[in-house]
């Protein structure tokens, strides 16, 4: 059974900081590039970094280069996604995705973690 568990939500002054965590199982991590989205209220579900199945080369939204990084233990299972300088405006649900090397069409997603950035 397939399922990415997100982690390390909450709520978070400005220029704070967090650490969301997703496990995966069920499928075999090693082979699948992994992405944290992002789905504000009102707003389009948007990419906020991607991480390659092997490489480990990553993409970033314009939004957050810079302030996010993530990066990928293969050992664990396991995507992190660091966000530092946090802004209101990064308030939203961070969803994980894991999405096949060679076949676009075989992903998961996970059921996500609410970020809040507010005094």
């Known amino acids: 059974q397939v399922q990415l568990v997100e982690s390390g939500g909450g709520q978070v002054q400005p220029g704070g900081s967090l650490r969301l965590s997703c496990a995966a199982s069920?499928?075999?991590?090693?082979?699948?590039?992994m992405s944290w989205y992002r789905q504000a209220p009102g707003k389009e579900r948007e990419l906020v970094a991607r991480?390659?199945?092997?490489?480990?080369?990553?993409n970033y939204a314009d939004s957050v280069k810079g302030r996010f990084t993530i990066s990928r233990d293969n050992a664990k299972n396991t995507v992190y996604l660091q966000m530092n300088s946090l802004k209101p405006e990064d308030t939203a649900v961070y969803l994980c995705?894991?999405?096949?090397?060679?076949?676009?069409?075989?992903?998961?997603w996970g059921q996500g973690t609410q970020v809040t950035v507010s005094s």
């Open positions: 995705n894991a999405n096949h090397w060679a076949i676009p069409t075989r992903f998961y």
């Open positions: 069920g499928f075999t991590f090693s082979s699948y590039a």
């Open positions: 991480i390659a199945s092997v490489g480990g080369s990553t």
